[in-house]
């Protein structure tokens, strides 16, 4: 696994893959939900069905799905899917996002992003260590570079909360009921529906690089949370 600081890029797998929007499971910490915005070649939402979050969970395409929550091993994370291979040829980056319930980036603890795999090996890992008053997160983007993608570490925070997503990117529309905070409303939960034949292998467990079990991730059943989520390695660690 590649452990990549702010502004840094590693290549991934034109493959399905599931991202963990995570923190540290601790009492009281602020909840963070996950969103991708799929960007056409001006940076843009195209639609507003190009925003996968709670409300919206999945993309027309099939390319794209929020697949709910997950905890273990001290850690607690949303989760994306995405199929690379399905993205649409005129989608040009895949910005995955977070924002918070109540609270500031800088109230959540050990907030990162990893991108994991189809069969639960870990790919790529950021973790956020400058968060203060945001509402609103860009954690990292996957984008397309000779051929293949790539991943980026963004760590780009809004105070203005998802209304500053929304400006800078579209989608305006989607983001229904916004709080003070600027959290949208949560609508249906996306695991309604998904039952575990739709939600592709199930990963078997493995080491990470430094030879801990490694929790992958989730297992989604219909209107069950998923498993446990990937715990961080220490910035330290081999990759």
Same mark, same amino acid.
């Given at each position: 696994?590649?452990?990549? #600081?702010?502004?840094?890029?590693?290549?991934?797998?034109?493959?399905?893959?599931?991202?963990?929007?995570?923190?540290?499971?601790?009492?009281?910490?602020?909840?963070?939900?996950?969103?991708?915005?799929?960007?056409?070649?001006?940076?843009?939402?195209?639609?507003?069905?190009? !925003?996968?979050?709670?409300?919206?969970?999945?993309?027309?395409?099939?390319?794209? @799905?929020? !697949?709910?929550?997950?905890?273990?091993?001290?850690?607690?994370?949303? *989760?994306?899917?995405?199929?690379?291979? @399905?993205?649409?040829?005129?989608?040009?980056?895949?910005?995955?996002?977070?924002?918070?319930?109540?609270?500031?980036?800088?109230?959540?603890?050990?907030?990162?992003?990893? +991108?994991?795999?189809?069969?639960?090996?870990?790919?790529?890992?950021?973790?956020?260590?400058?968060?203060?008053?945001?509402?609103?997160?860009?954690?990292?983007?996957?984008?397309?570079?000779?051929?293949? *993608?790539?991943?980026?570490?963004?760590?780009?925070?809004?105070?203005?909360? +998802?209304?500053?997503?929304? @400006?800078?990117?579209?989608?305006?529309?989607? *983001?229904?009921?916004?709080?003070?905070?600027? @959290?949208?409303?949560?609508?249906?939960?996306?695991?309604?529906?998904?039952?575990?034949?739709?939600?592709?292998?199930?990963?078997? #467990?493995?080491?990470?690089?430094?030879?801990?079990?490694?929790?992958?991730?989730?297992? +989604?059943?219909?209107? #069950?949370?998923?498993?446990?989520?990937?715990?961080?390695?220490?910035?330290?660690?081999?990759?």
């Amino acid at each position: 696994m590649t452990h990549i #600081a702010k502004g840094a890029n590693a290549p991934v797998p034109t493959a399905p893959l599931r991202i963990a929007v995570g923190r540290r499971q601790v009492p009281g910490a602020p909840l963070v939900e996950a969103a991708a915005l799929l960007l056409d070649a001006a940076g843009a939402v195209r639609r507003d069905a190009d !925003l996968v979050f709670r409300g919206l969970p999945a993309h027309p395409s099939g390319a794209l @799905r929020h !697949l709910g929550t997950g905890d273990g091993d001290g850690q607690v994370a949303e *989760w994306l899917e995405l199929d690379l291979p @399905r993205v649409e040829a005129n989608v040009r980056r895949i910005l995955i996002a977070g924002y918070c319930d109540g609270a500031a980036f800088g109230a959540v603890p050990g907030l990162y992003a990893q +991108v994991v795999a189809a069969d639960g090996s870990p790919v790529t890992h950021y973790d956020v260590t400058d968060a203060a008053t945001e509402t609103a997160f860009v954690l990292g983007e996957f984008y397309r570079r000779d051929g293949g *993608w790539r991943f980026r570490a963004v760590g780009q925070g809004y105070d203005t909360g +998802v209304a500053g997503l929304a @400006r800078d990117f579209g989608g305006g529309a989607a *983001w229904t009921a916004p709080g003070p905070n600027g @959290r949208p409303a949560s609508g249906p939960t996306p695991l309604d529906g998904v039952t575990k034949a739709t939600a592709g292998p199930i990963p078997e #467990a493995g080491p990470d690089g430094t030879g801990k079990p490694f929790p992958h991730a989730p297992v +989604v059943a219909s209107k #069950a949370i998923p498993g446990p989520v990937p715990a961080p390695v220490p910035a330290g660690a081999p990759p």
